[in-house]
């Protein structure tokens, strides 16, 4: 398929058979807006933009697109940063307006629409005490990490978002709309636990929710020369045995300007502490009392709902981003050290983290399931730059990458792919392991022509 010669919209005003939502194109008052996606280094001006309604409009704009031979991307919340939601002089299906919660609250099942976000999740099961893993922010779209995965902060107790899938609807590259589940399309459905947009446009999804009477967040911060010693006892906590309620991540960054913060602290350098834990205030205290011991110069611990911990550090559109990691086997004093050195170099530190989460727990129990191997790592290394002056651009993606290649020595080789941009085919290989060859089996059946390819792809067998 990258060989194809995409073709440019032969009808400027055709419009799919069938279609029942809004076609945007350029020069159309609502275009501009609609085509940004949340990384501003992705600039690009689709043909047509098919803001779609329900299933019936994505199987006529992909049947629209294959006529038409025009490039397609499918944007749910369009948080990718290898902005594969957006594409030039191509098709957008776009599904924000398909946001749709069901929430069975009895059979703790809820069925969410193909553009719907982790906040309109999340709040529908607010009132019910119900949750499942999702992002760590509340904007990021269901649909897009879950098929990717899903990593969030429930996942060292309830596993990754994907462990939650009992069904997706999904229109294939024909227009056809199918069903994947344990007992219809199977080898689909066991693909779709990792192997995110390879097969389809997903219009809706189901998943579990489970009980989650209570949460709590701690955000704690040192000076950053503490950073070596305070990694340290994070990572001897988890080894150590910490419950799975516990999780989060230790980085670096600049302190926020908070009031827990002292004056002389915020905005500047600093190594923080970002955890939560599925129970009370006073438990995650007594998980993480090693940490504490450290006599963080800002701290605060409170009992919030997950709804709120999941939007408390929204990342605001509109800034640069370019993200890369790796996972780790292991996570010796000297990577420590090194890690540690590289922080230096981080672009914009108010924006930009340099963290490393724990797995482990549920995250590893699946590992045998699914098509995700890096799921075994108990360590995984973060850079996550963001920044808003373009000049930052050469100096942000070589920090970036260069946190990453510091840490190869210490790492499994596999990789979680919604946590990176675009690092090429043998990347996506590493990510899938012994299963890539299955994966690219399903693909064969399902998009044996590489429509989606917009994607961190997998090439049909």
Same mark, same amino acid.
């Given at each position: 398929?990258?060989?194809?010669?995409?073709?440019?919209?032969?009808?400027?005003?055709?419009?799919?058979?069938?279609?029942?939502?809004?076609?945007?194109?350029?020069?159309?008052?609502?275009?501009?807006?609609?085509?940004?996606?949340? /990384?501003?280094?992705?600039?690009?001006?689709?043909?047509?933009?098919?803001?779609?309604?329900?299933?019936?409009?994505?199987?006529?704009?992909?049947?629209?697109?294959?006529?038409?031979?025009?490039?397609?991307?499918?944007?749910?919340?369009?948080?990718?940063?290898?902005?594969?939601?957006?594409?030039?002089?191509?098709?957008?299906?776009?599904?924000?307006?398909?946001?749709?919660?069901?929430?069975?609250?009895?059979?703790?099942?809820?069925?969410?629409?193909?553009?719907?976000?982790?906040?309109?999740?999340?709040?529908?099961?607010?009132? +019910?005490?119900?949750?499942?893993?999702?992002?760590?922010?509340?904007?990021?779209?269901?649909?897009?990490?879950?098929?990717?995965?899903?990593?969030?902060?429930?996942?060292?107790?309830?596993?990754?978002?994907?462990?939650?899938?009992?069904?997706?609807?999904?229109?294939?590259?024909?227009?056809?709309?199918?069903? %994947?589940?344990?007992?219809? /399309?199977?080898?689909?459905?066991?693909?779709?636990?990792?192997?995110?947009? &390879?097969?389809?446009?997903?219009?809706?999804?189901?998943?579990?929710?489970?009980?989650?009477?209570?949460?709590?967040?701690?955000?704690?911060? @040192?000076?950053?020369?503490?950073?070596?010693?305070?990694?340290?006892?994070?990572?001897?906590?988890?080894?150590?045995?910490?419950?799975?309620?516990?999780?989060?991540?230790?980085?670096?960054?600049?302190?926020?300007?908070?009031?827990?913060?002292?004056?002389?602290?915020?905005?500047?350098?600093?190594?923080?502490?970002?955890?939560?834990?599925?129970?009370?205030?006073?438990?995650?205290?007594?998980?993480?009392?090693?940490?504490?011991?450290?006599?963080?110069?800002?701290?605060?611990?409170?009992?919030?709902?997950?709804?709120?911990?999941?939007?408390?550090?929204?990342?605001?559109?509109?800034?640069?981003?370019?993200?890369? %990691?790796?996972?780790?086997?292991?996570?010796?004093?000297?990577?420590?050290?090194?890690?540690?050195?590289?922080?230096?170099?981080?672009?914009?530190?108010?924006?930009?983290?340099?963290?490393?989460?724990? @797995?482990?727990?549920?995250?590893?129990? +699946?590992?045998?399931? @699914?098509?995700?191997?890096?799921?075994?790592?108990? @360590?995984?290394?973060?850079?996550?730059?963001?920044?808003?002056?373009?000049?930052?651009?050469?100096?942000?993606?070589?920090?970036?990458? /260069?946190?990453?290649?510091?840490?190869?020595?210490?790492?499994?080789?596999?990789?979680?792919? &919604?946590?990176?941009?675009?690092?090429?085919?043998?990347?996506?290989?590493?990510?899938?392991?012994?299963?890539?060859?299955?994966?690219?089996?399903?693909?064969?059946?399902?998009?044996?022509? &590489?429509?989606?390819?917009? &994607?961190? /792809?997998?090439?049909?067998?």
């Amino acid at each position: 398929m990258s060989d194809t010669v995409w073709r440019p919209l032969r009808a400027h005003g055709a419009r799919p058979e069938g279609f029942g939502g809004v076609m945007l194109r350029p020069g159309d008052p609502a275009y501009e807006g609609a085509r940004v996606v949340f /990384n501003a280094m992705i600039d690009r001006r689709p043909a047509v933009i098919a803001q779609c309604e329900s299933a019936a409009d994505v199987a006529a704009a992909v049947q629209f697109g294959v006529a038409e031979g025009l490039e397609i991307a499918v944007r749910g919340a369009g948080h990718s940063v290898a902005g594969t939601g957006v594409s030039d002089g191509g098709l957008v299906i776009d599904l924000r307006k398909m946001r749709s919660v069901q929430l069975d609250p009895d059979a703790r099942i809820v069925r969410v629409g193909g553009g719907a976000t982790w906040g309109d999740l999340d709040v529908a099961c607010w009132p +019910y005490a119900l949750a499942t893993t999702g992002g760590r922010v509340s904007t990021t779209g269901v649909a897009g990490l879950t098929l990717g995965g899903g990593s969030g902060w429930l996942e060292r107790k309830f596993g990754l978002a994907c462990d939650s899938l009992v069904s997706v609807e999904l229109v294939t590259a024909t227009g056809e709309l199918v069903i %994947a589940d344990d007992t219809r /399309n199977r080898e689909l459905f066991w693909a779709l636990h990792g192997g995110g947009g &390879n097969f389809g446009v997903a219009t809706a999804l189901t998943l579990r929710v489970r009980p989650l009477p209570g949460t709590a967040l701690g955000r704690l911060f @040192w000076p950053a020369d503490a950073g070596p010693a305070v990694m340290r006892a994070y990572r001897d906590l988890f080894e150590g045995g910490a419950p799975e309620e516990l999780g989060g991540s230790v980085f670096y960054s600049a302190a926020p300007i908070r009031d827990y913060v002292p004056p002389g602290l915020q905005g500047q350098p600093a190594v923080g502490v970002t955890a939560t834990y599925t129970g009370s205030e006073a438990q995650l205290r007594s998980a993480l009392a090693p940490v504490i011991d450290l006599a963080p110069e800002g701290m605060m611990l409170a009992e919030l709902s997950y709804a709120e911990i999941q939007s408390a550090l929204d990342d605001p559109p509109g800034l640069r981003n370019y993200w890369s %990691a790796e996972h780790l086997d292991f996570w010796p004093d000297e990577a420590v050290d090194v890690f540690s050195a590289r922080a230096t170099e981080m672009p914009s530190p108010a924006t930009s983290q340099q963290l490393v989460c724990p @797995w482990g727990g549920a995250v590893a129990r +699946y590992a045998d399931r @699914w098509p995700l191997p890096h799921r075994r790592a108990p @360590w995984v290394v973060q850079s996550y730059g963001v920044w808003a002056d373009p000049a930052e651009d050469a100096r942000g993606i070589a920090w970036a990458r /260069n946190v990453c290649a510091d840490l190869k020595p210490y790492s499994s080789g596999s990789v979680y792919l &919604n946590f990176i941009g675009d690092e090429g085919p043998d990347r996506v290989k590493a990510a899938f392991g012994d299963h890539y060859d299955r994966l690219a089996r399903v693909k064969a059946e399902f998009d044996p022509d &590489n429509l989606f390819h917009l &994607n961190q /792809n997998i090439k049909p067998a």
